[in-house]
């Protein structure tokens, strides 16, 4: 499931319909599935006619069906990996086992399409520095300077604007992008933010954190939005003397500890005296090793190409350069260095910004995309009867996180993610759901598409590419239910989606819910962050089904031992029943305009815009958005779905983490002159930001 800006997830109480079992994901039989011929042969095992009613074999499938998709050796089933196709073979032989058609979609089950997962660092690639006398300083790759994954290819040639540290914080009084004109020129950017020996300053992030200023997607979109043509980054110069500090304070406690090993080994022990005596020297030659690398000063390590995120839409050039490379420069044209301008920052708490007059800088960076295959995975449970051309989708999304990166919350992890909840949850109760639905023997009036959706978690990109290019006529399409993070019922609480998007669902969802004994919640807007999203925005009512947030939320601990098995029976008990009694209605649901927005979490300070992001477009330069949210400043102001907005005020837009940051700049009650790009012709429109909801 997708939660922009969910950082920390209080653990909730679990006392009814607990999950009992806590043996280790590690023991898995579904380790041993490597293969589509082991998948194929576990499905037939499981291929029988299941009730439309509970029965004692349900959680068993389900467990047998989850440990399979949360298994180690499907990688986090994350965008780009071998065990997202492993995921997505399994999921179509059960949904053939099962009964449904998987024929559908051009002889397959899959809807294919392929996505930027990663990139690769090309050549050439190449950083000079130009002076007054005309004379090109070339740097050396590795050493010097290293090309930044998370910025783009190109070839540039441009003044140099020393930048600080690229933040803009009116509410603290700092700002290193006022007064300064960064048009077509390339900005040098320190990491990190002034004042940081002041635990209490006014960048400190609470708990020992990092402040949002210090991020580097801040600073680029900062740089980028006042027209930089390229950026140059370098390490602050205070990271640098503490974690050399840090450094020879290991290496001083090591020998210290090894000394009192030493010292207290029993003599006549030659054996362990040679032990400790051979510890003892390692950590002395290692204390002689950093005390000697630092003579020269602090070690200014380089970003290696791949740290940080990787894409970057607005395709200029970044790299990152080394103090030693970049002094040089500074000393001859301000009559200082890196270490001078972040002292005098500091001393007055006041910008330093300026042109570094004189001097140029060729920037060329060659940078590859990889793309891969991915797919949605379709069953088709065909309809009999005069409606049968109408359709009901229920979906789930399969893929998750992988290894960590950029979508995990456990900073800096590389563990499989295994995502038993998120949403392995839901893909193993549409299974079973298509399992139950398939062998009723009463057929249908309408058709049942089930949909297992892929790249959910890269912003609902699976959802996206379907209605952009659906298999079946959106306008035959009467509802969609989805079910996302089913799998932690706590206290019998549901969370249900979408439940104003038709005039019958509330009474709908409260009769079944109440039937199975449900404490429900329930939130009208057909919005919010999974897989319905996308059909509500054309006009499909939807209801989405949803246990809650938890401790483990896109991090390693999300496995299947904590999964809450019988709450997950009883969820798809439930949407079982809402499926039939919507196929049987003679009337398909009504669509209903929701003008309010689902809140996962509320934006703070942010002021209220209400566009609609559209994540299934593919490497437009700027931020492309599927529709807007009924009675929003955005629909009031004239933006249309398709739009794709290149400017907010006087910010250059390059994507969404651009649009962002530049609404945070204003406030409820501002009007902001926003540019859209609409069949092909820029349009000017004034916005009016309601306050933050």
């Not at 999921?91 to 058609?101: I, K, N, T």
């Not at 009084?173 to 390339?186: C, P």
């Not at 290692?286 to 630092?294: D, G, I, N, P």
């Not at 196929?583 to 209400?610: D, H, L």
Request: charged fraction near 25%; include cysteine.
């Amino acid at each position: 499931m997708s939660f922009p800006g969910v950082r920390t997830v209080a653990a909730q109480s679990n006392k009814s319909r607990q999950p009992h079992s806590r043996a280790s994901h590690n023991q898995l039989p579904g380790r041993l599935m490597a293969t589509t011929a082991t998948i194929t042969l576990l499905a037939a095992a499981t291929a029988i006619a299941w009730p439309a009613k509970a029965t004692p074999g349900t959680q068993a499938r389900l467990k047998a069906d989850l440990q399979f998709l949360s298994a180690d050796k499907l990688e986090g089933r994350g965008v780009g990996t071998k065990g997202l196709g492993l995921a997505a073979d399994f999921v179509r032989e059960q949904f053939r086992q099962a009964g449904l058609d998987v024929k559908r979609v051009n002889g397959d089950a899959f809807q294919k399409f392929s996505l930027v997962t990663d990139v690769k660092l090309a050549t050439p690639n190449a950083v000079r520095f130009i002076g007054p006398d005309g004379k090109a300083h070339s740097l050396k790759t590795g050493d010097d300077f290293e090309v930044c994954a998370f910025g783009g290819s190109g070839t540039f040639t441009g003044e140099l604007v020393f930048l600080g540290y690229a933040i803009d914080a009116p509410d603290a009084h700092y700002s290193d992008l006022k007064g300064v004109d960064l048009k077509g020129k390339i900005a040098v950017i320190m990491r990190r933010t002034p004042l940081q020996k002041d635990e209490n300053g006014p960048f400190a992030a609470p708990h020992g954190g990092i402040s949002p200023h210090a991020a580097l997607r801040s600073k680029i979109s900062n740089a980028f939005g006042a027209g930089a043509k390229g950026i140059i980054f370098v390490n602050d110069p205070h990271s640098n003397r503490h974690n050399a500090q840090q450094e020879l304070n290991r290496a001083r406690d090591a020998v210290v500890a090894a000394a009192v090993a030493f010292d207290g080994t029993k003599a006549g022990d030659d054996k362990k005296l040679a032990e400790t005596r051979r510890r003892l020297k390692a950590a002395v030659d290692r204390f002689q090793e950093v005390t000697a690398s630092q003579k020269a000063g602090p070690a200014d390590p380089l970003m290696k190409f791949g740290y940080g995120r990787s894409g970057n839409s607005r395709n200029i050039p970044i790299v990152h350069v080394t103090h030693k490379a970049l002094d040089p420069v500074l000393k001859a044209a301000l009559k200082t260095n890196l270490a001078g301008l972040e002292t005098a920052i500091d001393k007055d708490f006041r910008s330093k910004s300026q042109v570094i007059p004189g001097w140029k800088v060729e920037l060329q960076t060659s940078i590859e995309t990889v793309r891969s295959e991915v797919k949605n995975v379709i069953g088709v449970l065909p309809g009999h009867g005069p409606r049968k051309d109408e359709l009901i989708v229920i979906g789930a999304h399969y893929d998750h996180v992988g290894l960590g990166g950029t979508g995990s919350l456990a900073p800096g992890s590389k563990e499989v993610h295994n995502g038993a909840d998120d949403n392995g949850s839901g893909t193993v109760s549409l299974i079973e759901l298509a399992r139950r639905l398939a062998s009723r023997k009463e057929k249908l009036p309408r058709t049942l598409v089930f949909i297992a959706f892929t790249a959910e978690e890269l912003g609902l990109i699976g959802s996206a590419r379907y209605v952009a290019n659906p298999i079946f006529p959106l306008e035959k399409t009467i509802a969609m239910f989805n079910m996302d993070m089913v799998g932690r019922l706590r206290n019998n609480r549901l969370t249900i989606f979408g439940t104003g998007t038709a005039p019958r669902w509330n009474k709908l969802v409260q009769s079944t819910g109440k039937q199975h004994d449900f404490a429900l919640s329930l939130k009208p807007s057909g919005f919010g962050p999974s897989d319905h999203s996308s059909f509500y925005g054309k006009k499909i009512p939807v209801l989405h089904f949803f246990t809650g947030t938890h401790s483990d939320y896109h991090r390693p601990g999300d496995d299947w031992p904590k999964i809450n098995f019988e709450g997950m029976e009883s969820i798809i008990e439930m949407l079982h029943e809402i499926v039939i009694n919507t196929a049987m209605e003679k009337q398909r649901p009504k669509y209903v305009e929701i003008k309010s927005r689902a809140q996962v979490n509320r934006t703070g300070s942010r002021p209220y815009f209400g566009s609609i992001p559209d994540f299934g477009s593919d490497g437009q330069k700027g931020y492309p958005i599927s529709g807007v949210s009924p009675g929003s400043p955005a629909q009031k102001g004239g933006l249309k779905g398709g739009d794709l907005i290149v400017q907010f005020g006087p910010t250059q837009i390059g994507g969404l983490d651009d649009f962002d940051l530049a609404l945070r700049k204003f406030k409820g009650g501002d009007v902001v002159t926003v540019i859209v790009v609409r069949d092909g012709k820029k349009k000017s429109l004034k916005i009016t930001l309601a306050k933050p909801r």
